[in-house]
């Protein structure tokens, strides 16, 4: 069974772009020393993201997004 994989996202497309930016700039916040809520906040935006990105995957592949929260 072949799949369509015209709706699955490019690693060019701009949600994969964003989540790398989002990881690029914690891990520069690791290396300043940034500490506390503020790292806190970047790792969150950055798994986020990344998430958003595996989700939209997913359902374009034909799977579905587990939702445990």
Do not use: W
Not at 31 to 55: K, N
């Amino acid at each position: 069974m072949k799949r369509d994989l015209s709706n699955v996202l490019l690693p060019d497309h701009p949600l994969y772009a964003e989540a790398v930016e989002a990881l690029k700039l914690y891990h520069q916040a690791q290396v300043e020393g940034v500490i506390g809520a503020e790292l806190e906040r970047l790792r969150l935006l950055a798994e986020h993201r990344f998430q958003t990105v595996t989700d939209y995957q997913l359902h374009a592949l034909g799977g579905a997004a587990e939702k445990g929260h």
